[in-house]
């Protein structure tokens, strides 16, 4: 256990959080800049702060990792070198990166910078992890919703570091999935700027019937995240950073948070699993930081749980433990952590004057830091020389320094005298260049800057546009094999079983239709274990291709299941500048779909070859292991569809597939780009998609017909009923 490395990586929402996790134990701090941060709202560190927190960091052995974890607009990738270079210069340690346009940019052109692949970028198993690995991360931020065994698997399969969320707040969502901010009031979550709608009260409904009782409306909101008592088995399943949430809180909380894991963490690695005990006290500190209606553990050791829903609202104010709070205001907010060293003060008579300083494990690879400083020749005495015990009270004063001596001795030869003054100036010289020292041993060159020669895109060729559509019921298939504008027909996997692939490919052939089978939105172990049972109807039912819903489904259908057919990348893998879009063509996307959050000027700046822009439906905004049904009514094992009300009146449809356990939220209106014509005309998409969900054949047909008349044959057509443009006109921030 003892030569075990574990990280306790804590969140920094500022300057002041940053040194109170460091002074509390911390082996690493997460941290973000002025831009590209999930936690845009958070009090985030500028250049001069974030230079200087490198330098802090690393002063008390520990290491920095910046978030560039948002998605970025093919205009913001200009500034990102620009951004990242003094950073990189100065030592900084890792980026977490969620966006695989940035991912291989920073790859490229700051080679010796380790990147962590974002709990936003949703890995959920091997495959991902091995993706993230080939393409150069040395880091993965697993989903929340990963059990043990799970990680234990990527500890065995993969040879990467393992980053696992241990406390602090859990998403109703998997992390990069959530577009329900965004859609409801322009706030994405995938830009940091999240307005945690799951936090908000709704009523469940069905057939007209309210099933959630009147103080349980907060069936999104899940308690927070407490570990404590399963650490050992994060520990034993591969898991080597803690990751504490919290960025968005204050230093105290920090520094409280991180103080409780230090002295598991440490017990655990002496005493082990049998020498492993949870003090209550230490649960009630936690609480007494942040109490959202309790803990639970999250999902290491089950798939969801109606007990890990807050369900009531969170007490608006409840008296502080105050004295609690002092004590960690004064032991790790306002305290000054202080570096020990050893020094040696030579002082001889007519020979300049030596302070040679030590300090153990700050040097490279946890070996000691020496240097020596020198000062002025020191004279005769005529009266007074300096005595032992003076020299050592002069110099051993590290005032507002970082240090303080551990051990301090003197060497004296002859009477010699040196003023106070340049004693002073010895011990100043000497403490500044350890400090100095210290920090170079992390600068870098700079990174090789991108040559932009400033040469306009050239667009490419105009294509012939064709319509699509995805539907999740079979009935709806037979009908739109029926519309001739139709070129490609996709089969949800989650709702439609393997019985039905080979009938429906069938129907498409016949129709002249291409057929592909949609994948799940998420693919863990028992996607996995699924799609390896139906390995045989997957290969007789004859699809064209797949549409690709995860990254972890693109290794897994080509090395696992030996997959060649065509592949159409969906909006889920993110595409929101030209390099992403590159980095998923090399990844074998034979096509991709447009970003849902971009709105249509921002689509123009993309490159459109192959591209499919959705253009009707409910757009899912939220994917989850949780399950509404059982929270509020208990499991039946029967997929089917609830309602979510809101406090404004709006009704989220909810479905929930039991196939994959697995429940998804859509929005209140569907989209629909009609009267939209010109403006996607101009994008000259290779595809138009229509996807339906719970649509009624003849209510699919009517709605793939209008689309044809106004898309393709030129005439005006309108649908009934309340839509929205969605992001098309208006984006995110």
Same mark, same amino acid.
């Given at each position: 256990?003892?030569?075990?490395?574990?990280?306790? &990586?804590?969140?920094?929402?500022?300057?002041?959080?940053?040194?109170?996790?460091?002074?509390?134990?911390?082996?690493?701090?997460?941290?973000?800049?002025?831009?590209?941060?999930?936690?845009?709202?958070?009090?985030?560190?500028?250049?001069?702060?974030?230079?200087?927190?490198?330098?802090?960091?690393?002063?008390?052995?520990?290491?920095?990792?910046?978030?560039?974890?948002? /998605?970025?607009?093919?205009?913001?990738?200009?500034?990102?070198?620009?951004?990242?270079?003094?950073?990189?210069?100065?030592?900084?340690?890792?980026?977490?990166?969620?966006?695989?346009?940035?991912?291989?940019?920073?790859?490229?052109?700051?080679?010796?910078?380790? &990147?962590?692949?974002?709990?936003?970028?949703?890995?959920?198993?091997?495959?991902?992890?091995?993706?993230?690995?080939?393409?150069?991360?040395?880091?993965?931020?697993?989903?929340?919703?990963?059990?043990?065994?799970?990680?234990?698997?990527?500890?065995?399969?993969?040879?990467?570091?393992?980053?696992?969320?241990?406390?602090?707040? +859990?998403?109703?969502?998997?992390?990069?999935?959530? $577009?329900?901010?965004? /859609?409801?009031?322009?706030?994405?979550?995938?830009?940091?700027?999240?307005?945690?709608?799951?936090?908000?009260?709704?009523?469940?409904?069905?057939?007209?019937?309210?099933?959630?009782?009147?103080?349980?409306?907060?069936?999104?909101?899940?308690?927070?995240?407490?570990?404590?008592?399963?650490?050992?088995?994060?520990?034993?399943?591969?898991?080597?950073?803690?990751?504490?949430?919290?960025?968005?809180?204050?230093?105290?909380?920090?520094?409280?948070?991180?103080?409780?894991?230090?002295?598991?963490?440490?017990?655990?690695?002496?005493?082990?699993?049998?020498?492993?005990?949870?003090?209550?006290?230490?649960?009630?500190?936690?609480?007494?930081?942040?109490?959202?209606?309790?803990?639970?553990?999250?999902?290491?050791?089950?798939?969801?749980?109606?007990?890990?829903?807050?369900?009531?609202?969170?007490?608006?104010?409840?008296?502080?433990?105050?004295? $609690?709070?002092?004590?960690?205001?004064?032991?790790?907010?306002?305290?000054?952590?202080?570096?020990?060293?050893?020094?040696?003060?030579? $002082?001889?008579?007519?020979?300049?004057?030596?302070?040679?300083?030590?300090?153990?494990?700050?040097?490279?690879?946890?070996?000691?830091?020496?240097?020596?400083?020198?000062? @002025?020749?020191?004279?005769?005495?005529?009266?007074?020389?300096?005595?032992?015990?003076?020299?050592?009270?002069?110099?051993?004063?590290?005032?507002?320094?970082?240090?303080?001596?551990?051990?301090?001795?003197?060497?004296?030869?002859?009477?010699?005298?040196?003023?106070?003054?340049?004693?002073?100036?010895?011990?100043?010289?000497?403490?500044?260049?350890?400090?100095?020292?210290?920090?170079?041993?992390?600068?870098?060159?700079?990174?090789?800057?991108?040559?932009?020669?400033?040469? @306009?895109?050239?667009?490419?060729?105009?294509?012939?546009?064709? $319509?699509?559509?995805?539907?999740?019921?079979?009935?709806?298939?037979?009908?739109?094999?029926?519309?001739?504008?139709?070129?490609?027909?996709?089969?949800?996997?989650?709702?439609?079983?393997?019985?039905?692939?080979?009938?429906?490919?069938?129907?498409?052939?016949?129709?002249?239709?291409?057929?592909? /089978?949609?994948?799940?939105?998420?693919?863990?172990?028992?996607?996995?274990?699924?799609?390896?049972?139906?390995?045989?109807?997957?290969?007789?039912?004859?699809?064209?291709?797949?549409?690709?819903?995860?990254?972890?489904?693109?290794?897994?259908?080509?090395?696992?299941?030996?997959?060649?057919?065509?592949?159409?990348?969906?909006?889920?893998?993110?595409?929101?500048?030209?390099?992403?879009?590159?980095?998923?063509?090399? +990844?074998?996307?034979?096509?991709?779909?447009?970003? &849902?959050?971009?709105?249509?000027?921002?689509?123009?700046?993309?490159?459109?070859?192959?591209?499919?822009?959705?253009?009707?439906?409910?757009?899912?905004?939220?994917?989850?292991?949780?399950?509404?049904?059982?929270?509020?009514?208990?499991?039946?094992?029967?997929?089917?569809? &609830?309602?979510?009300?809101?406090?404004?009146?709006?009704?989220?449809?909810?479905?929930?597939?039991?196939?994959?356990?697995?429940?998804?939220?859509?929005?209140?209106?569907?989209?629909?780009?009609?009267?939209?014509?010109?403006?996607?005309?101009?994008?000259?998409?290779?595809?138009?998609?229509?996807?339906?969900?719970?649509?009624?054949?003849?209510?699919?047909?009517?709605?793939?017909?209008?689309?044809?008349?106004?898309?393709?044959?030129?005439?005006?057509?309108?649908? @009934?009923?309340?839509?929205?443009?969605?992001?098309?006109?208006?984006?995110?921030?």
């Amino acid at each position: 256990m003892k030569n075990r490395k574990v990280e306790i &990586l804590a969140p920094a929402g500022s300057y002041e959080s940053m040194t109170a996790a460091v002074c509390a134990g911390a082996d690493a701090v997460y941290v973000g800049g002025t831009r590209f941060g999930a936690r845009a709202y958070a009090n985030n560190l500028d250049e001069e702060a974030m230079l200087r927190a490198i330098d802090y960091v690393h002063l008390h052995r520990c290491r920095l990792y910046m978030t560039v974890n948002t /998605l970025m607009k093919e205009e913001e990738t200009e500034g990102l070198f620009d951004y990242l270079e003094p950073c990189y210069r100065q030592g900084l340690d890792a980026a977490i990166v969620q966006d695989m346009g940035a991912f291989s940019y920073l790859k490229e052109y700051f080679p010796d910078l380790h &990147l962590h692949a974002s709990t936003q970028m949703t890995i959920t198993g091997v495959y991902g992890a091995a993706l993230l690995k080939k393409l150069g991360a040395s880091r993965v931020v697993t989903a929340r919703e990963l059990s043990l065994e799970e990680i234990g698997r990527i500890r065995d399969e993969v040879d990467i570091e393992i980053e696992s969320f241990v406390h602090g707040a +859990l998403c109703y969502c998997y992390s990069g999935q959530c $577009l329900m901010s965004s /859609l409801i009031g322009g706030r994405s979550g995938n830009r940091g700027r999240c307005a945690q709608t799951c936090r908000l009260p709704y009523e469940v409904r069905q057939g007209g019937k309210t099933l959630n009782k009147k103080d349980e409306k907060y069936v999104l909101s899940l308690k927070d995240l407490c570990t404590l008592d399963i650490l050992p088995d994060i520990l034993e399943a591969g898991v080597t950073s803690l990751k504490i949430e919290g960025r968005m809180k204050s230093p105290r909380y920090t520094a409280g948070v991180v103080s409780v894991y230090r002295k598991y963490v440490d017990l655990y690695l002496k005493e082990g699993r049998g020498g492993y005990r949870v003090d209550e006290a230490d649960r009630r500190i936690l609480l007494d930081l942040f109490d959202r209606g309790g803990f639970s553990d999250g999902y290491y050791r089950e798939h969801n749980g109606r007990h890990m829903v807050a369900l009531k609202e969170k007490p608006a104010f409840r008296e502080g433990n105050q004295q $609690l709070f002092d004590y960690l205001d004064r032991t790790y907010v306002e305290a000054e952590r202080k570096e020990p060293i050893e020094g040696k003060v030579i $002082l001889r008579e007519n020979a300049p004057t030596q302070l040679i300083l030590t300090a153990e494990g700050l040097g490279k690879d946890g070996s000691a830091l020496r240097v020596c400083a020198e000062g @002025p020749e020191a004279q005769s005495a005529r009266s007074q020389p300096v005595t032992e015990e003076k020299l050592l009270k002069q110099m051993g004063k590290t005032g507002g320094t970082p240090f303080v001596f551990r051990r301090l001795e003197a060497e004296l030869e002859g009477a010699p005298f040196l003023p106070v003054q340049a004693l002073n100036e010895l011990r100043r010289t000497g403490l500044v260049l350890l400090e100095k020292e210290a920090a170079a041993l992390y600068r870098r060159a700079g990174g090789t800057a991108e040559e932009r020669d400033g040469s @306009p895109v050239t667009p490419p060729e105009k294509q012939r546009t064709v $319509l699509t559509a995805s539907a999740e019921r079979e009935d709806v298939i037979r009908k739109l094999a029926g519309v001739p504008e139709i070129a490609r027909i996709y089969v949800d996997s989650g709702q439609i079983g393997p019985s039905r692939w080979k009938d429906l490919a069938r129907i498409c052939r016949e129709s002249g239709k291409e057929c592909f /089978l949609a994948l799940p939105q998420i693919f863990r172990k028992r996607e996995e274990e699924y799609f390896l049972r139906e390995r045989e109807s997957l290969q007789q039912a004859g699809f064209d291709g797949c549409l690709i819903r995860s990254a972890e489904e693109i290794l897994f259908l080509k090395e696992k299941m030996g997959y060649e057919g065509r592949l159409i990348f969906d909006s889920s893998l993110y595409t929101f500048n030209r390099r992403a879009q590159e980095v998923m063509r090399n +990844l074998g996307a034979d096509g991709l779909t447009y970003p &849902l959050e971009l709105n249509g000027s921002e689509l123009s700046a993309l490159d459109c070859r192959g591209e499919e822009l959705v253009a009707y439906g409910y757009l899912p905004v939220m994917v989850s292991a949780q399950c509404i049904r059982r929270t509020v009514s208990g499991c039946d094992r029967t997929p089917g569809l &609830l309602k979510l009300k809101d406090r404004m009146g709006k009704e989220f449809t909810v479905r929930n597939c039991c196939r994959f356990c697995s429940n998804t939220i859509y929005n209140t209106a569907p989209l629909s780009l009609l009267g939209q014509e010109k403006k996607a005309a101009g994008l000259n998409p290779a595809a138009l998609r229509l996807q339906f969900t719970w649509e009624e054949p003849g209510e699919a047909a009517a709605i793939a017909e209008a689309f044809a008349e106004s898309f393709f044959r030129g005439r005006e057509a309108s649908l @009934p009923g309340e839509f929205t443009k969605g992001h098309f006109r208006r984006g995110v921030e």
